[in-house]
């Protein structure tokens, strides 16, 4: 399936910081995928990256201090996500307790036998409460515990979502979308009550992406596409980039669409 080629770096702002700061992100679930490349887009604009997995830090991830910067939460366990939270704001006060950036990228999609689809009527309920928790409640989780870093910081949370939460996927979960059309809501009311407080909200809606969790068919999918291709894990790097840096400081409470037209 034909590729497009990386574009140029983007040019955008960064926050402003008191002199000798760099602004700070930290993004959910980098070690491969959207989350990976979006961290590599931020690490070389000089941003410092917190990251934060249910495993260690990979060595496949080649972002400076990457590390020493790493927290190991399980966002699925409400008491150890917020045990993080506060590991997290310790390690912030270095930087003056501010936090720019907060990128909700971490998900989760169970699948049946063979890699099936899990439908409505045959979906656990305890797939059902660890899709949402990871999905749905560490976002706001992240956001509240660290409302005072990103308020300090003007700073911008992305949460991302999916075209599965407007749309039957043939590949996705009834959990996994009900869990992101509910993220998509979220960042709405996020918007609205964050806002007064200079902190912007907005989420990204990926479609079909090219990444190593692709389902088989998918290329079925991208031939009806308008845009007739997949796109790109930094296509989708650079959107979240953009809506964290001054660029975008008029937007809020919007939701990005990624898929070359998939939604129309």
Known sequence: MRQVPPMAMPTFDFPKTEAGKRPVMLLTGASRGIGHATVMQFAMA??????????????????????????????????????????????????????????????????????????????????????FQVNFFAPIML??????E???????IVNVTSIAGTQVHPFAGAAYATSKAALASLT??????????????NSISPGEIDTS????????????????RLGTTEEVAKAIYFLCTGASSYVTGAELHINGGQHV
């Open 46 to 131: 000089g941003w410092r990256i917190l990251s934060c997995s249910r495993q260690a830090f990979s060595d496949k991830c080649p972002w400076p201090s990457g590390a020493d910067d790493h927290v190991q939460i399980d966002l699925a366990d409400p008491v150890d996500t917020e045990r993080g939270i506060g590991d997290i704001r310790r390690r912030l006060v270095v930087e003056g307790g501010k936090l720019n950036a907060l990128v909700n990228n971490a998900g989760i999609s169970p699948k049946g036998p063979g890699g099936s689809r899990l439908g409505a009527a045959d979906t656990s309920f305890n797939d059902w409460s660890r899709v």
């Open 143 to 148: 956001a509240r515990g660290l409302f005072h």
């Open 150 to 156: 990103l308020k300090a910081g003007q700073g911008a």
């Open 188 to 201: 709405r009311e996020m918007a609205s009550d964050f806002g007064p407080h200079g902190i912007r909200v």
């Open 213 to 228: 969790i692709l389902s088989p068919g998918t290329d079925k999918i991208v031939e009806k596409l308008p845009l007739r």
